[in-house]
């Protein structure tokens, strides 16, 4: 009897093993690991002094009209690259409308913003510098603060040594590029995974990275950032109700005018997502587990078991990764010169 128990066991973890080997080959044919160094990107050499002058830029609420808001205040670094709220609050106390997408692994979505308007990090960190519902300030207002302190005007010569007048509105678009480069967060529990450590991910989270490909979650859900690279309907079974899926908002609609697009957004990137509640565009999903639900029944037409519910949670918590440390800057001095804040519209 010993002997026939001994067997069985054998037999059963040389199956487990088999199982686990093979959702491993199916994880790696779907997503990648996010590498350690850090990625290139289209026309803009990353260099050391670009990406510091970035990180100041990124920090500096002097940028905004109201000189309270940074990059930072809405994607803040320290809370998983978002803010706290469902929308974003900018100038004058006005909320946005979509939630603030996270900074974090930016680079390696096909386009920015829910909606996908901004082609890359350059296009995109010069819309809410210009946004009158987010920093409410003009492409002049930034030069002149900018050219207003030494200290910047150095770093900027610095950074683009190649340019006779170095301080425009491209290259501080350019010099934040570069330092988002930086807020990559690699060596998550599922990176590891798939460069070959099985042990990396607990039972329960293959559990549920096995339900994550087999009910479709992977479908959209994918590549490095597990989402980011394409963009899906939002309600492809049912529309969600008008508090997650607010009728006037109609996504990337707005940037193609084309019909199809009504109600289409680019799928959410999932790194780190178990760090940044709210969920979805509209911010008012504020469960990672009521969020995976609603995404069951809505994306997938499956109505979810609360096991399988908890498994797929525990597999997004293996997706956050290892966040840069990153020192808040000392910034440059204001002078005489700075224009001052303006409060009003």
């Known amino acids: 009897?010993?002997?026939?128990?001994?067997?069985?066991?054998?037999?059963?973890?040389?199956?487990?093993?088999?199982?686990?080997d093979d959702l491993m080959k199916a994880a790696k044919q779907?997503?990648?690991?996010?590498?350690?160094?850090?990625?290139?990107?289209?026309?803009?050499?990353v260099t050391h002094d670009k990406i510091e002058l970035g990180k100041m830029l990124f920090f500096d609420p002097r940028l905004s009209a109201s000189e309270i808001i940074s990059c930072n205040t809405c994607h803040n670094v320290g809370t998983g690259g978002v803010d706290a709220g469902p929308t974003s609050v900018g100038h004058?106390?006005?909320?946005?409308?979509?939630r603030a997408p996270t900074v974090y692994n930016a680079v390696f979505n096909v386009a920015q913003f829910w909606d996908g308007r901004a082609a890359d990090l350059k296009a995109q960190a010069k819309g809410p510098v210009q946004a009158s519902v987010e920093m409410n300030a003009t492409p002049d207002h930034v030069i002149k603060t900018l050219t207003s302190m030494p200290d910047y005007v150095a770093m900027f010569k610095k950074a683009f040594p190649n340019e006779s007048s170095p301080v425009t509105f491209d290259n501080f678009a350019k010099a934040i590029e570069a330092f988002e480069t930086t807020l990559i967060t690699p060596a998550a529990p599922f990176d590891q995974y798939l460069e070959g450590d099985a042990n990396a991910l607990s039972a329960q989270q293959k559990a549920g990275l096995k339900l994550f490909m087999d009910k479709g979650c992977a479908s959209c859900h994918n590549g490095i950032n597990i989402g980011g690279q394409d963009y899906f309907p939002f309600g492809v079974i049912e529309k969600p109700g008008s508090d997650v899926l607010p009728s006037g908002d109609k996504g990337r609609f707005a940037v193609t005018k084309t019909a199809s697009d009504?109600?289409?957004?680019r799928a959410a990137p999932l790194?780190?997502?178990?760090?940044?509640?709210?969920y979805f565009h509209s911010g008012q999903v504020?469960?990672?587990?009521?969020?995976v639900g609603v995404m069951g029944e809505v994306q997938l037409g499956a109505k979810?078991?609360?096991?399988?519910?908890?498994?797929?949670?525990?597999?997004?918590?293996?997706?956050?990764?290892?966040?840069?440390?990153?020192?808040?800057?000392?910034?440059?001095?204001?002078t005489d010169a700075t224009p001052p804040p303006s409060l009003g519209k």
């Not at 001994?6 to 037999?11: G, I, K, L, Q, T």
């Not at 004058?92 to 979509?98: A, L």
């Open 1 to 20: 009897m010993r002997k026939f128990l001994s067997v069985a066991v054998a037999m059963l973890a040389s199956s487990q093993a088999v199982a686990d």
């Open 30 to 45: 779907i997503f990648t690991p996010i590498p350690s160094v850090l990625p290139a990107v289209k026309n803009n050499a």
């Open 92 to 98: 004058g106390w006005q909320k946005g409308p979509r």
């Open 262 to 265: 009504e109600y289409v957004f």
């Open 271 to 278: 790194r780190n997502v178990a760090l940044r509640a709210p």
């Open 286 to 291: 504020w469960s990672l587990k009521q969020a």
């Open 304 to 334: 979810l078991t609360d096991k399988e519910e908890n498994d797929i949670v525990a597999f997004l918590i293996s997706l956050t990764g290892q966040l840069p440390r990153i020192e808040y800057p000392i910034l440059p001095t204001r």
